[in-house]
């Protein structure tokens, strides 16, 4: 369960990753050893999953990006996973219901690459069919 000052820990750091821990502290008006603690434990316990860095519009307009629904055979999906988190160009995995299995987010630097990524996919043992969408422009952006 996650308390006020948890809350507060995540809301700042979703803001800014790059937050020291002393200036967690002073803004959250806490000692910094408990922020320390505090971040061990939400670390631990897997409410803070890891830092990222996200990229700004600049860098994210240089590439292109795509979603690729993957169809696949039963009980395949683990040796396709660990295939596919190999690929740098896969951002994101989700499974899905419905008449596809996963759905893939991916980020190329040119045509060329997205198309040999895609390849790739689409031969992976265990993979029944994909449907590549690329995207074109971006309407709506809440993750930003």
Same mark, same amino acid.
């Given at each position: 369960?996650?308390? #006020?000052?948890?809350?507060?820990?995540?809301?700042?750091?979703?803001?800014?990753?790059?937050?020291?821990?002393?200036?967690?502290?002073?803004?959250?008006?806490?000692?910094?050893?408990?922020?320390?603690?505090?971040?061990?434990?939400?670390?631990?316990? +897997?409410?803070?999953?890891?830092? $990222?860095?996200?990229?700004?519009? +600049?860098?994210? #307009?240089?590439?292109?990006?795509?979603?690729?629904?993957? $169809?696949? #055979?039963?009980?395949?999906?683990?040796?396709?996973?660990?295939?596919?988190?190999?690929?740098? #160009?896969?951002?994101?995995?989700?499974? $899905?219901?419905?008449?596809?299995?996963?759905?893939?987010?991916?980020?190329?630097?040119?045509?060329?690459?997205?198309?040999?990524?895609?390849?790739?996919?689409?031969?992976?043992? +265990?993979?029944?069919?994909?449907?590549?969408?690329?995207?074109?422009? $971006?309407?709506?952006?809440?993750?930003?």
């Amino acid at each position: 369960m996650l308390d #006020e000052l948890d809350r507060g820990i995540l809301a700042h750091l979703a803001q800014d990753a790059r937050q020291s821990v002393a200036v967690l502290a002073r803004r959250l008006k806490v000692a910094r050893s408990t922020v320390q603690a505090r971040l061990e434990r939400l670390e631990t316990s +897997g409410a803070i999953a890891g830092y $990222t860095l996200r990229l700004g519009d +600049g860098a994210r #307009e240089q590439r292109i990006r795509a979603t690729c629904l993957l $169809t696949i #055979e039963p009980r395949s999906q683990a040796g396709i996973l660990a295939r596919l988190r190999a690929l740098p #160009e896969v951002e994101r995995i989700h499974s $899905t219901s419905g008449r596809v299995d996963l759905l893939l987010q991916l980020a190329a630097s040119s045509t060329s690459q997205l198309d040999d990524v895609l390849d790739q996919i689409g031969g992976l043992t +265990g993979v029944r069919s994909s449907e590549s969408l690329i995207h074109l422009s $971006t309407k709506l952006d809440r993750a930003a």
